[in-house]
């Protein structure tokens, strides 16, 4: 800020992973997805590169708009102070902690990964991580399987028969006790786990030859600071509820 490096700074990194040729697709409709999932719906009609650059500026742009809104709202507060001695106390009584003139410094780290491209199905994630001047950080992973054949987005109906959500709660929940070395649900609850026995399947998931691997990010069934909730399902434990001639039924009887 105010070109002083001994000021609050905002500090952005991007890794951006996407496809620039496609053997049996759009390549412009798989890049759209790529785009999508990691920088919003706002920016699928830019090229790829135009994306990266519009988000990391707006990114700037948001830092400098929020500091200017909490300096006018310091100078607000200390004319206040000026004119009413007691008004800090009733602002520190209201809010809980002492004043502070500062603004704080922001940083996200934004990256893609490809997990699986074979078969003609292609499974990414994007991390994001960053702090917004908070004591906790925030950290998430959003993930991607798309069918190479048609150019979309692989949904859970398309991989399961109906009904496949409380077969899939049972395997979670095996799965979370099998992990943790303990033995039932209370148990799990005593480690930071919660409403486990309401776990649902939630969209956020990755496809490769060996099962299907389910993310639960920070806040989902656990308390936040226990890490995202890596969830891996094998195929012998989902045949019974995949549905039939689908590509990801034909992956797994390889």
Same mark, same amino acid.
């Given at each position: 800020? &105010?070109?002083? !490096?001994?000021? +609050?700074?905002?500090?952005?990194?991007?890794?951006?992973?996407?496809?620039?040729?496609?053997?049996?697709?759009?390549?412009? %409709?798989? %890049? %759209?997805?790529?785009?999508?999932?990691?920088? @919003?719906?706002?920016?699928?009609?830019?090229?790829?590169?135009?994306?990266?650059?519009?988000?990391?500026?707006?990114y700037i742009d948001n830092y400098q708009n929020d500091a200017k809104t909490f300096n006018k709202n310091v100078s607000?507060?200390?004319?206040? @102070?000026?004119?009413? +001695?007691?008004?800090?106390?009733?602002?520190e009584n209201v809010h809980g902690d002492t004043l502070s003139y500062t603004f704080y410094s922001y940083y996200e780290t934004l990256s893609d990964t490809i997990y699986f491209n074979k078969y003609n199905i292609l499974s990414f994630q994007v991390r994001q991580t960053g702090n917004k001047g908070g004591e906790t950080p925030f950290e998430s992973y959003k993930n991607c399987v798309i069918n190479l054949k048609t150019g979309k987005i692989l949904t859970e109906n398309d991989l399961f028969k109906p009904g496949y959500e409380k077969q899939l709660q049972l395997l979670f929940i095996s799965s979370?006790?099998? %992990?943790?070395?303990?033995? !039932?649900?209370? #148990?799990? =609850? &005593?480690? @930071?786990?919660?409403?486990? =026995?309401?776990?649902? +399947?939630?969209?956020? /998931?990755?496809?490769? #030859?060996?099962?299907?691997?389910?993310? /639960?990010?920070? @806040? =989902?069934?656990?308390?936040?600071?226990?890490n995202a909730q890596v969830i891996f399902l +094998?195929? &012998?434990a989902l045949r019974p509820i995949l549905k039939e001639n689908t590509i990801v039924s034909?992956?797994?009887a390889r």
């Open positions: 800020m &105010d070109n002083d !490096t001994t000021q +609050p700074f905002c500090k952005i990194t991007v890794r951006f992973v996407y496809p620039k040729t496609a053997a049996k697709s759009d390549v412009n %409709q798989l %890049q %759209q997805v790529f785009i999508e999932n990691m920088f @919003g719906y706002s920016y699928i009609n830019f090229s790829p590169r135009e994306a990266l650059e519009h988000y990391i500026a707006n607000d507060m200390k004319l206040m @102070g000026t004119l009413m +001695p007691d008004y800090s106390d009733e602002w979370l006790i099998n %992990q943790n070395s303990v033995k !039932t649900i209370d #148990d799990l =609850e &005593d480690l @930071g786990y919660f409403s486990i =026995e309401e776990i649902m +399947p939630n969209k956020n /998931f990755l496809v490769d #030859d060996k099962g299907i691997t389910y993310v /639960f990010n920070k @806040g =989902e069934y656990a308390a936040y600071p226990l +094998p195929y &012998d034909k992956l797994a």
